[in-house]
């Protein structure tokens, strides 16, 4: 009988002790799930900050736009049907030469084109306050949008950025690939890879 206390009182120490990591694992859980609640909070508030409260343009099926061969940089440029504002030279994040060409003197509406050995960056920047200008800028992002992806890929990418999709990655049938695609408060924004 001597020898079953000491088992006994061991066993309800052993007990006591693990009642209270499980009671500071259960505690610091809940406070783990209740931080990432609030972070996941605060990102849904951010992305709706960030979402635009311009009535974008739909696409525009009525005017035919050619599909432009992704290797031919005069076509591309050709193909904005707007006159080159400024042209800059540079290098892309990889290191890789880039020309940038600048279609508006506005620095609140207007598209940019960079082009690399890499990629075609597309950029339109609009001030949602001035629908007329917006409006044009759209014009200008989606003739181009068809032009480099073809009308049916480039009305889609169009379409989906501007309803609000972010597209990190996408691959298309004819191996044509874009990556991120996206339109915020005052810009859209996609890359195509050469």
Not at 56 to 80: C, Q
Not at 83 to 105: A, I, L
């Amino acid at each position: 009988m001597k020898r079953i206390y000491p088992l006994i009182i061991s066993l309800l120490t052993l007990t006591a002790c693990s009642n209270k990591s499980i009671n500071a694992t259960v505690t610091a859980q809940a406070e783990f799930d209740k931080k990432q609640t609030e972070i996941e909070k605060n990102i849904a508030e951010q992305a709706e900050q960030d979402r635009t409260k311009f009535e974008f343009p739909a696409v525009d099926y009525t005017s035919p736009v050619a599909k432009v061969d992704l290797n031919n940089d005069e076509e591309i440029v050709a193909s904005v049907g707007l006159p080159v504002v400024q042209k800059e030279s540079g290098v892309n994040r990889n290191g890789e030469p880039m020309t940038t060409y600048y279609f508006s003197e506005d620095q609140r509406n207007g598209l940019e084109l960079s082009l690399s050995r890499e990629f075609v960056d597309v950029a339109w920047k609009y001030d949602a306050g001035n629908t007329q200008k917006a409006y044009a800028v759209f014009d200008d992002g989606q003739r181009i949008t068809r032009a480099l992806l073809g009308g049916e890929i480039g009305a889609a990418i169009y379409s989906s950025i501007i309803k609000g999709s972010d597209i990190d990655a996408i691959s298309f049938e004819d191996g044509t690939n874009v990556n991120h695609a996206r339109c915020g408060e005052s810009m859209c924004r996609y890359q195509v890879v050469r």
